[in-house]
């Protein structure tokens, strides 16, 4: 027999989000066999605290279009917040502290939200008809047949991941207004009865807002606008206005270091974020304006793998700075500074 997992589990509450059934995740209010054995997920996994973010943002575009009939629009994870802002570019300085005061009474509330599994024929339909934020390309392309809808008070949405069952369960929060729009400021990672921050972050910013401008250019606002440009066939043409803005943007940045006369330039990025590719055509400019760049890897700076750290799982961790022998590479750049040569290593990824 199948009930819902909220049914099955007494007192769930704060920091706890979803959970894990036989390697899959699922929600609160997802329907589970009465037997199954889960392992409950808090804020402090990646994916727990997406589903505290989605139930914030939910219940937040909800009272912004109960209040004042505004559409809101999710741009950028930011700090440990989230930038939003108004679709129709309205100032929200001013009803900021209203919001902030109604959300605090909804969680108060403690009101269960609802979920349906809807055919996408229905799901269409309902949210076409109804009070939220309604993308029709999006659905356009899905390809699932059923689709998960959440309401409170007949205002319906559609996420791809679940939601907190009850309002009450956001117990750590902020919103603020910021720039053209507001910032939610989600729990901080590692201590979780307190409100994280987003610090000093201006050039982030700034370069959000480009990548925006980017893709308002290339006619690409939603997800639904890109998957409609691969149906089209004319997703070449879209990949080849990017490379020239890429381009562009590396000219720009190649002659500002001219300008400044840098002689180190520190290139950063998640993995495979493309930091070799921009590096090796940032290189190609700098040689076409006279420089002669040196390319120095970090990855050619790994320790041996009997010296790599290890993660909490017993793995290799690659990912941390302990990973790279980082006292060498400075002795490497401070002696090219001082114009002498160096034998950097080359790491044998075998």
């Known amino acids: 027999m199948r009930r819902r997992l909220i049914d099955l589990i007494s007192d769930i509450n704060y920091p706890f989000t979803s959970a894990i059934i036989n390697n899959r995740r699922v929600g609160f209010l997802d329907e589970v066999e009465e037997n199954s054995t889960f392992k409950l997920i808090d804020i402090s996994d990646m994916e727990g605290m997406r589903t505290y973010a989605r139930t914030l943002t939910f219940l937040v ?21 989230i930038y939003g802002e108004v679709i129709e570019n309205k100032n929200v300085k001013e009803i900021i502290p209203k919001i902030k005061n109604e959300l605090m009474k909804l969680i108060e509330s403690d009101i269960f939200l609802k979920k349906y599994d809807l055919r996408k024929e229905d799901a269409i339909k309902l949210l076409s008809n109804s009070k939220g934020n309604f993308e029709p390309k999006l659905f356009k392309y899905l390809s699932k047949d059923i689709l ?28 603020k207004p910021y720039r053209n729009g507001f910032i939610l400021l989600l729990p901080d990672k590692k201590e979780k009865f307190r409100v994280g921050g987003i610090d000093s972050r201006e050039k982030l910013f700034n370069t959000f807002e480009e990548s925006q401008t980017w893709i308002n250019t290339l006619g690409i606002k939603f997800v639904g606008d890109l998957n409609e440009k691969i149906v089209k066939n004319e997703i070449l043409d879209l990949i080849l206005i990017q490379e020239v803005l890429h381009e562009k943007k590396i000219k720009e940045i ?13 290139i950063a990025g998640p993995t495979s974020s493309g930091k070799t590719t921009f590096t090796k055509k940032l290189s190609i400019y700098l040689r076409v304006i006279g420089f002669r760049p040196i390319i120095i890897s970090t990855d050619d700076y790994f320790l041996d793998r009997e010296k790599t750290p290890l993660n909490e799982c017993g793995e290799p961790d ?3 700075i302990e990973a790279i022998d980082y006292k060498y590479l400075q002795k490497n750049i401070k002696e090219l500074f001082t114009g002498k040569k160096i034998q950097s290593p080359k790491f044998n990824l075998q």
């Open 148 to 175: 998960t809808i959440y309401s409170i008070n007949d205002y319906y949405t559609y996420f791809l991941g679940p939601l907190l069952p009850r309002t009450g369960m956001l117990k750590v929060f902020d919103i």
């Open 254 to 266: 190649g002659d500002l270091i001219s300008e400044r006369k840098s002689k180190l330039i520190l």
């Open 318 to 320: 690659y990912e941390t």
């Open 61 to 81: 575009s909800y009272l912004f279009y109960y209040l004042y009939g505004y559409k809101i629009q999710i741009k950028y994870s930011y700090g440990d917040g």
